[in-house]
Nanobody
Framework: QVQLQESGPGLVYASHTLSLICTVSGADITTYGSYWRWVRQPPGKGLEWIGYIAYDGNTDCSPSLKSRTSISRDTSKKQVILHLNDVTPADTAMYYC?????????WGQGTQVTVSS
């Protein structure tokens, strides 16, 4: 059974870069057809898709975040990595990673990130 664990700093200062790691167990991040997504939920708001890295290494990001976002991976460590540059307090949210395989989503527990000005 796949398990995803997000990790990163709980507090980031404005204009800095947020870096989060999603560590995967019970599955391979290069499994054909799998997409590894980052999603966030600001306080009091709905889920917002950030982007993904696919099994083949291709990536895509939300147009609203694309200029500040990069998603990469370390296949040897089975980790998916999110970098979000030039953060503002509006980036304060619970951040989740999820595996999308054949339209079935498996979620991590999430990690809270607060951006302080």
């Amino acid at each position: 059974q796949v398990q995803l664990q997000e990790s990163g700093p709980g507090l980031v200062y404005a204009s800095h870069t947020l870096s989060l790691i999603c560590t995967v167990s019970g599955a391979d991040i290069t499994t054909y057809g799998s997409y590894w997504r980052w999603v966030r939920q600001p306080p009091g708001k709905g889920l917002e898709w950030i982007g993904y890295i696919a099994y083949d290494g291709n990536t895509d990001c939300s147009p609203s975040l694309k200029s500040r976002t990069s998603i990469s991976r370390d296949t040897s460590k089975k980790q998916v990595i999110l970098h979000l540059n030039d953060v503002t307090p509006a980036d304060t949210a619970m951040y989740y990673c999820a595996r999308d395989l054949d339209w079935n989503l498996s979620w991590g527990q999430g990690t809270q990130v607060t951006v302080s000005s």
